[in-house]
């Protein structure tokens, strides 16, 4: 029979369990977009509803790799977050601030 995971992990050392710690708050920290929604417990088509398009639109959508920022937009806030676009450089990082006004209908 299977161990239950939080027997496992009370058997690691402290250390083990903040290697591991680390380790999961990395994976959080970078996911694609059907992986965050099923992090949120939602489904395709739960987040279609809110979105008002078929379920289908959504596997399309996740499958993407280009797509107008506003699209990734409702996206994001139909999951209940909100987007932020960071440039990333070695001296720092710069909240690019002209997409924070995007209405619905606006395409970047």
Known sequence: MANKFSVLRQQMSPESQARAGVKAQVMLAEMPLNEL????????K???????????SIAKMEKRTDMYLSTLRSHIEAMGGQLEVV???PDGAVRISNFADL??????
Do not use: T
């Open 87 to 89: 440039a990333r450089f």
């Open 103 to 108: 209405g619905g209908n606006a395409e970047a």
């Open 46 to 56: 739960m987040l279609a509803d809110v979105l008002h398009v078929q379920q289908p």
């Open 37 to 44: 929604r099923k992090a949120r417990g939602l489904s395709q």
